[in-house]
């Protein structure tokens, strides 16, 4: 009986995968949407309908200090928006732009990603941007958890990175909260908005 009961959890752990697999293969090819479900929040494609919510943030300029983007006028937030729908009807499908909503109301209240460096890469970079009203509530770290199980699960990726600029220790506390190891320090390895930054570097394996 131990046996038998040992090779049916074998069976529905292997049923269980294919289905994970089958799943990814079709987001993957465009032919379904992409939609990860936490205790509070839900992380789907972007849609036309989510340019007010995205540009209260990306308008900012305080919010978007330490990127390379913003602020952002009504037209960049526009594009964003278009250019992150075409990214999600590509195929084969290899970045995962995703807005992040709460699962009680539907409101969204940033976006996350995760992205392979190339199209067959087993390396993903991995970030996250979140509306100052909902910081400090825990949900940049779990969107980009679930990100980050989507990533070695679905993807089977092998390991994933995020940076931040080294000023930017909100950023560099996700990272950590999440398990992610800081890997390096680069001194003034790019220039933005007028100034050399340096940029933090984590990583954690699958």
Known sequence: WKTLALRLREIREKLRKNKLNYLYQAIKAGIMTLLLKTERLVLRDF??????????????????????????????????????????????????????????????????????????SAVAN??????????????????????????????????????CDARNQASSRVMEKLGMKRVGLLIGDREQKGEKRDTLRYEILG
Do not use: C
């Open 47 to 120: 849609q036309p309908g989510d340019f007010a919510a995205v540009h209260a943030y990306a308008a900012i300029p305080e919010f978007s200090r330490f990127e390379a983007w913003g602020p952002n006028t009504p037209e960049d937030t526009r594009k964003y928006i278009a250019d992150m729908m075409t990214q999600a009807s590509q195929n084969p499908r290899w970045k995962f732009e995703l807005a992040i909503t709460l699962a009680n109301s539907g409101q969204l209240i940033g976006g996350s990603g995760i992205r392979r460096e190339s199209q067959e």
């Open 126 to 163: 991995l970030g996250w941007a979140v509306n100052s009203d909902f910081q400090r509530q825990g949900f940049a770290t779990e969107a980009a958890q679930a990100l980050i199980n989507f990533g070695f699960k679905q993807m089977g990726l092998s390991l994933i990175y995020a940076t």
